[in-house]
């Protein structure tokens, strides 16, 4: 089927049932450092201030709010008035485009935030809470990841999707902590709103779409930087086979920025390392392989019996395929790609959206037999 055809079917099909509202989503901030007092300002538009069940007070882009942790509660200054102590703080914006700034205790830690905030606090801290528009935070999210890589907005559509299937698949992870995701590794890093234009676009277009597999199961979509010319397998890496996850010839990722490296390793390291892993680096053929380990058919898992997801961690390699040879008193190893090589090559990516390849074709391309769903956003959100 045509592209173009595809998307007015989709929008025929599944369109009019689609919610346009966007939901809300809670995301902690700040959620790994410890926040004892911070300052907040509007950046853009109005904003009401909630004190507990007082009557909101309207907060201007001239306003200065400071927010301070004292006896698990949060003490409030306006403008340097002092409010009082609160246990919940509600910050909401007041137009339909908002966003403002928090400044910590922690210096280097200013940043942007889209449309709202709830803070109260316990025995460590403020708990500050972005409550916040799911495609506002799927951009963040996207803008974190991605180092404003291109100015392609189909390739932020797919990693946008991406960002969708992982809030989908783990909405629970904080059920009992009061909110959604939180902004470390631990979720999906954030940090901040989005302003590359391209991004924000990338998270409405493809709003309420996530990729499902073969039989329709929402899947982890995986990605890396750069998967030198081949991807692999989910279970040469992680031991356990996807039918999305398969290793395959990936041309698009060839000569781009993060496919080529090199890495100097003096001999004796090399040796003793295998020697270590109990290979007998005194037999001949073994030394020949030890020096002269090629990857240049095709990606392999071992190398003289130890895998290679083993090497590339030992020796902090940029990727697993790897081919090497003797250099005076040292073994130099010619790498390609760039990350664990599984799933979708985010430079790939990139490349086959320049070329004209459609998002889903792309997405199709890396992840086998995977296709696009729409879905309603109280589905990806749940009950929470
Ligand atoms: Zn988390």
Redesign the pocket.
């Known amino acids: 089927m045509k592209i173009k055809s595809l998307s007015i079917f989709l929008a025929l099909g599944l369109g009019f049932s689609f919610n346009s509202f966007s939901q809300n989503i809670k995301v902690r901030i700040f959620s790994d450092q410890t926040i004892t007092h911070a300052t907040i300002r509007s950046s853009f538009g109005r904003y009401s201030l909630s004190l507990d069940n007082n009557s909101p007070i309207t907060i201007t882009k001239t306003s200065k709010v400071d927010i301070k942790s004292k006896d698990q509660k949060v003490e409030v200054k306006i403008n340097d008035s002092l409010y009082g102590c609160f246990n919940n703080i509600v910050f909401n914006k007041e137009g339909l485009r908002s966003f403002f700034q928090i400044e910590t205790n922690i210096k280097s830690l200013t940043r942007r935030y889209d449309d709202n905030l709830i803070v109260n606090s316990d025995n460590k801290g403020l708990r500050l809470i972005n409550n916040i528009e799911t495609e506002n935070y799927i951009a963040g999210v996207v803008q974190a990841e991605t180092w404003g890589a291109t100015k392609n907005v189909d390739f932020f559509k797919i990693q946008a999707i991406c960002v969708r299937n992982y809030i989908m698949m783990n909405i629970a992870?904080?059920k009992k902590d009061g909110y959604q995701?939180?902004d470390?590794v631990?979720?999906q890093a954030y940090k901040g709103r989005a302003n590359q234009p391209e991004v924000i676009e990338g998270a409405y277009n493809s709003k309420g779409e996530i990729i499902v597999d073969i039989n329709g199961n929402i899947i982890e979509t995986l990605f890396h930087s750069n998967s030198g010319g081949q991807t692999v397998s989910s279970e040469d890496v992680w031991g356990k086979p996807f039918s999305h996850l398969v290793g395959k010839i990936d041309s698009f990722s060839v000569g781009l920025k993060a496919y080529a490296w090199e890495k100097y390793i003096p001999l004796k390291d090399w040796q003793r390392y295998f020697k270590e892993k109990e290979v007998n680096v005194k037999d001949d053929s073994i030394k020949n392989e030890l020096l002269n380990f090629s990857q240049n058919e095709g990606r392999k898992k071992e190398m003289l019996g130890v895998s290679l997801v083993q090497i590339r961690k030992d020796f902090n390699l940029r990727s697993t395929f790897f081919s090497c040879q003797e250099w005076g008193s040292e073994v130099k190893l010619n790498g390609k790609g760039y990350g664990h090589g599984v799933g979708l090559s985010q430079e790939g990516a990139i490349k086959m959206c320049d070329e004209g390849f459609e998002y889903w074709q792309v997405i199709e391309h890396y992840y086998t037999g995977a296709k696009i769903k729409r879905i309603d956003e109280d589905k990806l959100l749940g009950e929470n």
């Open positions: 992870k904080h995701m939180c470390a631990h979720c």
